[in-house]
């Protein structure tokens, strides 16, 4: 509400000129030309990739082939490539996701649903299979607000469709698995520091190591400063705002053991005083312990408790209103269990159970008038699951599984999956989905338990994948209907949320050419009303990479359009497009490594926030560029 106050604060032009990113992009396009024959030193090729594990919860691995959905993954390579820093950009490069902002927060967009302020997920995000959400708004965290740092991943995969039979709540219209770095992928000590636009400061420090015994670590700092906005996209909205970030990591393992910490903080401060100061903050911390080993002839166990904590706070004080402030915390705890046994011919079976306690949830509200509310949850839950693909011939494979789920104040809640995997030649597989997946309402949505008697919202989806690869090219087709029902807090009339859509997929790779590209069509609408709000029909991507001297040099160019959308009251958004560069150098001097970034180079203006604001910004700032160095030693 004090926001309208500070539209009309003056905001400065970038320096970064058009002119020079268009001269960029045409040098783009006649080097890429040029360096067609160049040799590709750290080409991953794309039957490799297509053959990379993908890790479940229980760290139980698969081969993408085998998954009976149309997985995305992006590797390391790709992130760095394309100059990715947070979650959020990086899912903006993966088929049919959205990305959009508020002032604060950076939010996910799935299939036609999501936007600013739906903070329960839809998507459930898994960080090494550990569930990466908070427990009070069942939110990922996107910006630089994330539990770790993007520099930290190996690979991130998106498993779109129902995955609560083996994943459980908030794998409700897919399951995000983030596969971190091993202590041998850095192999000592890398350093890396960044400066770019609106007060972007960022330096970072990470050690590894596998030691010749077979244990390995991995360690990491990293702090961050920027003008406190969620992301580039944003604009830096006003001068008086400052952010801070720091997240801090570690990884062992050690004969089947492992053990895994990480946390992040990140505070943003908005200082207008005398006539105005507000702040707010996260915190999250994680932490993992894991045994993981063959346990009998056949038998692998799995076994991993977890637990975290999560603490929000604001402090507003303003000459008008007077002084409020919120405290709200969280804590839980839980143990997996995973057992795959694969002593029946044709049969590969898993079975899982997990408890979980979340002995904290906490709302504590200070008013303007001085009256102070505090509300206390808590919560329990136990699930159990099962999951056999059986391999009926070369050519066929069925996969059946179902979980059992039961949480305070919850009914029992049943999801069954059943998948179809059919191989009718060796470049070609088609595979069909059918699954129910049940989202629990977050303790936020049931006010702090105020409200018991919120239903738990289910999802039915169906889905058709056709694949075909062969000699560094993949094409893939997707088709896929779902109805979500017992909605939380539907508008009069309103029973149930349908969606369908069809998603296309190209990649291609050569001599250390990488090409994606990925369309979707997307709809999803209530049974009666208007159109969902931020639900657009047309998700587009396109991402190119080009070694220029050999990989001395690498350039890549990545496109996202979203079409247009409802926003929240019925104001309709236009499609919005947005073109990156990045400039990648290996070994520039010794061991140094140099990134340069052009963000948002033909300056389109982000309009989803302008539902915060009376006025338009039309001279908000929007393009922005950045330098990085890594060195390695």
């Known amino acids: 509400m004090h926001l309208n106050a500070f539209a009309a604060i003056v905001r400065r032009r970038l320096p970064l000129a058009q002119a020079v990113a268009l001269a960029v992009g045409m040098a783009f396009a006649s080097l890429a030309h040029a360096a067609a024959g160049a040799e590709e030193l750290t080409e991953l090729p794309l039957e490799s990739l297509l053959e990379t594990e993908v890790i479940s919860a229980a760290r139980f691995a698969r081969q993408i082939t085998d998954a009976a959905s149309a997985v995305s993954v992006l590797t390391s390579e790709d992130i760095r490539a394309l100059g990715l820093r947070t979650f959020g950009e990086v899912l903006d490069q993966m088929r049919g996701m959205h990305i959009t902002h508020s002032l604060e927060y950076t939010f996910l967009g799935a299939r036609g649903i999501g936007g600013p302020m739906s903070f329960a997920g839809k998507v459930l995000l898994l960080i090494d299979g550990i569930p990466a959400v908070d427990n009070l708004y069942d939110q990922p965290y996107l910006g630089p607000d994330a539990l770790i740092d993007v520099a930290l991943i190996d690979r991130i995969e998106y498993a779109p469709g129902g995955g609560t039979a083996m994943y459980g709540n908030n794998a409700f219209l897919g399951v995000i698995n983030v ?22 400061r960022y330096v970072r420090l ?14 990491s700092a990293t702090v961050h400063a920027d003008s406190g906005i969620p992301s580039p996209e944003v604009g830096d909205i006003f001068d008086i705002s400052t952010g801070h970030d720091h997240h801090l990591f570690f990884k062992g393992s050690y004969e089947g053991l492992s053990i895994q910490a990480m946390g992040a903080q990140r505070r943003v401060y908005t200082d207008a005083r005398p006539y105005w100061y507000y702040s707010y903050l996260d915190r999250n911390e994680l932490l993992s312990l894991g045994y993981d080993r063959e346990t009998g002839e056949h038998w692998r166990t799995s076994i991993r408790l977890n637990g975290g904590r999560y603490a929000y706070r604001t402090s507003d004080e303003d000459t008008q209103y007077g002084y409020a402030r919120n405290a709200n915390d969280g804590t839980w705890w839980s143990l997996d269990g995973q057992f795959s046994f694969d002593g029946l011919q044709d049969h590969r079976i898993v079975l ?13 509200y200070l008013d303007y008038d001085g009256r102070s509310y505090i509300y206390d949850d808590r919560r329990r839950s136990v699930g159990f ?44 597989q088609v595979k069909l989905s059918h699954g129910r997946a049940t989202r ?32 560094g090219l993949r094409l893939l087709g997707t088709v896929y209907r779902y109805r979500i029902s017992h909605l939380f807090n539907p508008a009069e009339g309103v029973t ?19 090409v994606r590209a990925s369309q979707a069509w997307q709809h999803a609408a209530a049974n009666i009303g208007p159109e969902l709000p931020y639900s657009p029909r047309t998700v587009s991507k396109l991402q190119a990479s080009a070694p220029l001297v050999g990989e001395t040099l690498r350039l890549s160019l990545a496109y996202r359009r979203t079409g247009a959308f409802d926003n929240i009251g019925d104001a309709r958004m236009p499609p919005h497009e947005l073109v990156d560069l990045t400039l990648v150098s290996q070994k520039l001097v010794d061991h140094l490594d140099l990134r340069i970034g052009w963000r948002n180079i033909t300056n389109q203006r982000e309009e989803s926030t302008d539902r915060y604001f009376r006025d338009p910004l039309t ?3 929007r393009r922005s560029a950045w330098i990085e160095l890594t060195g390695s030693f």
């Open 179 to 200: 596969v971190t770095k091993r202590g041998r992928d850095i192999a000592g000590l890398q350093v890396s520091g960044l400066l770019g636009d609106w007060n972007d």
């Open 206 to 219: 990470t050690g590894g190591q596998r030691l010749p015994n077979g244990a390995e670590w991995l360690l």
């Open 352 to 364: 899982g159970a997990r408890v979980r306690r979340d002995p904290l949830l906490r709302a504590d």
């Open 385 to 428: 699951s099962g999951e056999d693909e059986v391999t009926l011939s070369p050519q066929w494979r069925i996969t059946g599984g179902l979980r059992v789920d039961k949480r305070t104040y919850s009914d029992v809640a049943w999801s069954p999956r059943a998948a179809v995997v059919w191989l009718p030649a060796p470049e070609w």
């Open 440 to 471: 629990f309402a977050s303790t936020s949505e049931r006010v702090f338990g105020l409200d018991n008697e919120v239903s738990d919202e289910r999802v039915t989806n169906n889905e058709v994948v056709a694949e075909y690869r062969q000699d």
């Open 496 to 514: 149930h949320v349908d969606g369908h859509g069809v998603e296309l997929e190209a990649e291609w790779q050569w001599h250390g050419f990488r």
């Open 619 to 621: 001279d908000r700032r």
